[in-house]
């Protein structure tokens, strides 16, 4: 796992995918490229909920809407700051998707400081996540081509 290279690539599907297909084409790049990324799920604030677009994953999650201020991605979308939780069994907002769930990032998507949406991913691993991970999902999330895709999802 290479972030710089993996930044390139992202860069990559801004410059040349159609504005509909980013969302998928990031998200399916995440997946595919990242081993300790198990779930990665992009939720879209709409009113008071976080309502689940493009995700990844082996299976589907049954949290498909989530009120903002509830579990990690709720606490997330509230704060505006990104979530490392290194043990989701030590964290009680945590709102159990996977029993093999062990971390989870939660990154929040902005425009003119509020939040959007959000990228959620979990692994199955322990203390998975790190500074390196939030800083590579920070600036996904603040790409402005990104953003404008989020926008007309």
């Known amino acids: ?21 980013i969302l998928g084409k990031v998200v399916g790049f995440l997946f595919e490229t990242f081993d ?16 689940l ?13 989530i009120p903002v201020g509830k579990g990690v991605c ?27 769930t062990r971390s989870e990032i939660v990154v929040p998507i902005k425009k003119s400081g509020k939040v959007i949406a959000e990228i959620d991913i979990d692994s199955d691993i ?3 996540f790190d500074e390196k991970d939030a800083k590579f999902l920070e600036k996904i999330a603040a790409n402005k081509t990104f953003i404008e895709s ?3 999802y």
């Open 1 to 21: 796992m290479d972030y710089g290279n993996s930044e390139k690539n992202i860069e990559e599907i801004f410059l040349e995918t159609e504005t509909s297909q």
């Open 36 to 51: 300790k990324y198990g779930w990665i799920g992009l939720y879209i604030v709409r009113g008071t909920d976080l309502v």
């Open 53 to 65: 677009g493009h995700w990844r994953g082996q299976q589907a999650t049954e949290h498909t809407e």
């Open 74 to 100: 709720g606490s997330a979308a509230k704060s505006g700051e990104t979530e490392i939780v290194s043990n989701v069994n030590e964290d009680d907002r945590y709102l159990s998707c996977f029993a093999t």
């Open 126 to 128: 322990p203390n998975a």
């Open 150 to 152: 989020v926008l007309k």
